[in-house]
T-cell receptor
């Protein structure tokens, strides 16, 4: 399974944009890039996913590099509720194990008021 | 639709005992996965069940076993508990579909402490 690399921690001020980077230099052509986050005392929750093109949803945006070796999760206006551990995960489209998510250490985001 | 629920919230056991953790999947989801999350670490995949049969397993010994029932409930059983089994246990449900696209819905977890 392809591996991802994320910074251990990041800080942001409330109502400012946050850019969370993820490196995945060994990504294969059929791997999708998924982001999950885990709020304190909760299970992880899905944030966004993409393959090649940039993606937007109500929670965040995902910017994917042209060579797909890195991606960035963008929170446009951080709130205190966005303080969480953010996980960047690769999921193979051809994987026979459909439920398996491989979590790394993730990035702990602190949001300061 | 209701979310994924787990019980109990917390549990304390002693080494060598057996434990059963329960999960109620989101209605309509035919797949449930279980994860173990040690303190300060990301969740680690234990196994997945689809239509009441195990169809994928992580690097966990056979004393970790599971059951999935037709009513969207499932169980994780751990025999011969060890101190290192102390962790947060998470279940996640989803619809079986194209692997890369099916969103996993996680429960809040059960915190197991083994003394």
């Amino acid at each position: 399974d392809a591996k991802t690399t994320q910074p251990n921690s990041m800080e942001s001020n409330e109502e400012e944009p946050v850019h969370l980077p993820c490196n995945h230099s060994t990504i294969s052509g059929t791997d999708y890039i998924h982001w999950y986050r885990q709020l304190p005392s909760q299970g992880p929750e899905y944030v966004i996913h993409g393959l090649t093109s940039n993606v937007n949803n109500r929670m965040a945006s995902l910017a994917i590099a042209e060579d797909r070796k890195s991606s960035t999760l963008i929170l446009h206006r951080a709130t205190l509720r966005d303080a969480a551990v953010y996980y960047c995960i690769l999921r193979g489209a051809l994987s026979s194990n459909t439920g398996k998510l491989i979590f790394g250490q993730g990035t702990t985001l602190q949001v300061k008021p | 639709e209701t979310g994924v629920t787990q019980s109990p919230t917390h549990l304390i056991k002693t080494r060598g005992q057996q434990v059963t953790l329960r999960c109620s999947s989101q209605s309509g989801h035919n797949t449930v996965s279980w994860y173990q999350q040690a303190l300060g670490q990301g969740p680690q995949f234990i196994f997945q069940y689809y239509r009441e049969e195990e169809n994928g397993r992580g690097n966990f010994p056979p004393r970790f076993s599971g059951l999935q029932f037709p009513n969207y409930s499932s169980e994780l059983n751990v025999n011969a508990l060890e101190l290192d089994d102390s962790a947060l246990y998470l279940c996640a449900s989803s619809e079986l579909g194209l692997a890369a696209l099916n969103e996993q819905f996680f429960g809040p977890g059960t915190r197991l402490t083994v003394l």
